[in-house]
């Protein structure tokens, strides 16, 4: 088989899921569908798509199945069915949910005979089929390396690793920076226009800003890795110095200073943890931590 001539199937047609099977019919993968609601697949069996009468039926078709449902749950329920057959056959769950989920759904699925990888989409719908969707996949890297050509119709594919929770962690991680740049952007932005410069104005040099932060991110994580954070550009407590200035201009000026208070204890306690002379990296200490401890 050439990868156009293998059949997948996708299970779960909100609009990712839509957007999934899409992608597999224009790249010419003969494809099967199924979903709870079936008038959802009407555009999709108009662009050639099968849409199988039951779950049973939608995984025989498919030499690779898609899972996009709302959680794991409901992916256990759907395909523990007891007229559900698994053994033998191989799916790729794109779910989300969190990293114990997606383990203990590896191990459910394995029991009963499936292969199974897990994974996590990084992008909206509409990118589903270009380069800038990001699709992380994790589990066996022979199962995954034995579905690539088909899977690179979804788009720029990324293998993490044989733990299945991995894409999970990847996930929440990656939301963790966008939120992260996102907040203190608006920070910033609340700031200025209190001088009355707007969001436009103020973009640009943010953009210069989060850019050249990133550049930071090998050396720092070698520090990390290396378990050693020498101040090689400004020591902890310096850093604290500038972030209560921020606290103080915030105040002064009307803004919310919640999140730079947030940031401004984390650092206060390693400073008190005896890090004051170390490079920022070493708040990865507290970030290891629960709250509290």
Same mark, same amino acid.
């Given at each position: 088989?050439?990868?156009?001539?293998?059949? $997948?199937?996708?299970?779960?047609?909100?609009?990712?899921? #839509?957007?999934?099977?899409?992608?597999?019919?224009?790249?010419?993968?003969?494809?099967? $569908?199924?979903?709870?609601?079936?008038?959802?697949?009407? *555009?999709?069996? %108009?662009?050639?798509?099968?849409?199988?009468?039951?779950?049973?039926?939608?995984?025989?078709?498919?030499? @690779?199945?898609?899972?996009?449902?709302?959680?794991? *749950?409901?992916? #256990?329920?759907?395909?523990?069915?007891?007229?559900?057959?698994?053994? =033998?056959?191989? @799916? @790729?769950?794109?779910?989300?949910g969190d990293s114990a989920q997606a383990r203990e759904t590896a191990r459910w699925a394995t029991q009963r005979g499936a292969r199974y990888l897990d994974g996590a989409i990084m992008a909206v719908p509409p990118a589903i089929g270009?380069?800038?969707? $990001?699709?992380?996949?994790?589990?066996? #890297?022979a199962d995954f390396e034995t579905h690539k050509s088909t899977l690179d119709a979804l788009g720029t594919l990324s293998y993490l690793g044989a733990d299945h929770g991995l894409a999970s962690l990847y996930d929440v991680a990656g939301l963790a920076m966008m939120w992260s740049v996102l907040n203190a952007w608006l *920070?910033?932005?609340?700031?200025?226009?209190? &001088?009355? $410069?707007? &969001?436009?104005?103020?973009?640009?040099?943010?953009?210069?800003? %989060?850019? =050249?932060v990133a550049e930071w991110l090998p050396g720092y994580a070698e520090q990390i890795d290396n378990n050693s954070f020498p101040a090689e550009v400004s020591a902890l407590a310096t850093d604290a110095r500038a972030m209560a200035h921020l606290i103080r201009e915030s105040e002064a000026v009307g803004v919310n200073a919640e999140l730079p208070k947030l940031i401004k204890a984390m650092a206060d306690r390693s400073i008190a943890a005896g890090h004051g002379g170390e490079q920022y990296p070493v708040l990865i200490e507290e970030f290891g931590k629960p709250r509290g401890d």
């Open positions: 088989m050439n990868k156009t001539d293998t059949p $997948v199937t996708v299970i779960g047609l909100g609009l990712m899921g #839509q957007a999934l099977a899409g992608a597999f019919l224009k790249a010419g993968h003969p494809t099967t $569908v199924w979903n709870r609601t079936t008038s959802k697949a009407h *555009q999709l069996v %108009a662009e050639g798509a099968r849409l199988a009468p039951t779950i049973g039926d939608a995984l025989e078709e498919g030499s @690779l199945t898609i899972i996009c449902l709302t959680d794991y *749950q409901a992916v #256990q329920e759907l395909l523990g069915a007891s007229d559900v057959e698994l053994d =033998g056959m191989t @799916l @790729l769950n794109l779910t989300s270009t380069a800038e969707a $990001v699709i992380l996949h994790c589990g066996p #890297q *920070q910033g932005t609340a700031l200025l226009r209190t &001088a009355g $410069v707007d &969001a436009a104005t103020y973009a640009p040099f943010a953009r210069r800003m %989060a850019a =050249g």
